[in-house]
């Protein structure tokens, strides 16, 4: 299958820092990326739909303001988290749509982010 | 909103054994996605459903989308220690492509 990868894998910062995570789609297009927030021991919850060359849309209840998305290239997306919080400590997850003949989504490895 | 309902929400099961786990929905999907993540780890896709009454396999794995589009099935066969962990089961929005997950099926072997 199509390969996703996340950098960095894992993050530990102070509070109120920002943190930046990239996902990229390695061997195929995404014009459609994904972000997803896993807490543990739950499901992937849909953060946001990350489009490239214009705005990222939000899932009901995602500070826009708070989880920046940018997807500059048709290869990248990077989520940040600005002014951290401990409550913001959890598994981010990218997805990446690949729309060859199975339109299919395919997953990054995770980052953890630890927020002290 | 979409729901999914997946069960069971965990098993635990001697190697050999066959499992079987389903998802239930709400809503309409034009695709059933199963999928397996190993703890800190993201997702990976083992079978993607298409067609309504659509059967695939992949291995020791078979799936099944319903034929109303509501619901799907995931069959392990012969069980062995690499199987642990958590199988979600998504399903695909019809417009916006995205993807609603089911809570997961814990899954432990006992070799």
Redesign the interface.
């Known amino acids: 299958?199509a390969v996703?990868s996340?950098h960095p894998s894992r993050v530990i910062c102070k509070s109120g820092t920002s943190v930046k995570i990239e996902c990229r789609s390695l061997d195929f297009q995404a014009t459609?990326m994904?972000w997803y927030r896993q807490f543990p021991k739950?499901?992937?919850?849909?953060m946001a739909?990350s489009n490239e060359g214009s705005k990222a849309t939000y899932e009901q209840g995602v500070e826009k303001d708070k989880f920046l998305i940018n997807h500059a290239s048709l290869t990248l997306s990077t989520l940040t988290v600005t002014s951290a919080h401990p409550e913001d400590s959890s598994?981010y997850?990218c997805?990446a749509?690949d729309q060859t003949s199975?339109?299919?989504?395919?997953?990054?490895?995770?980052t953890?982010l630890t927020v002290l | 909103g979409q729901q999914l309902n997946q069960s069971p929400q965990s098993m635990f099961i001697q190697e050999g054994e066959d499992v079987s786990m389903n998802c239930t929905s709400s809503s309409i999907f034009n695709t059933w996605l199963w999928y397996k993540q190993d703890p800190g780890e993201g997702p990976v896709l083992l079978i993607a459903l298409y067609k309504a009454g659509e059967l695939t396999s992949n291995g020791r794995l078979t799936a099944q989308f319903g034929i109303t589009r509501k619901d799907s099935f995931l069959n392990i066969s012969a069980s062995i220690p690499s199987d642990v962990g958590i199988y979600f089961c998504a399903g695909q929005d019809l417009s916006s492509y995205k993807l609603i997950f089911g809570s997961g099926t814990r899954l432990l072997v006992r070799p």
Do not use: A, E, K, N
């Not at chain 1, 739950?42 to 849909?46: G, R």
């Not at chain 1, 199975?102 to 995770?110: A, C, E, L, M, R």
């Open positions: 299958g996703v996340q459609t994904f739950q499901s992937l919850m849909l739909t598994f997850i997805s749509r199975t339109d299919t989504q395919y997953f990054g490895p995770g953890r």
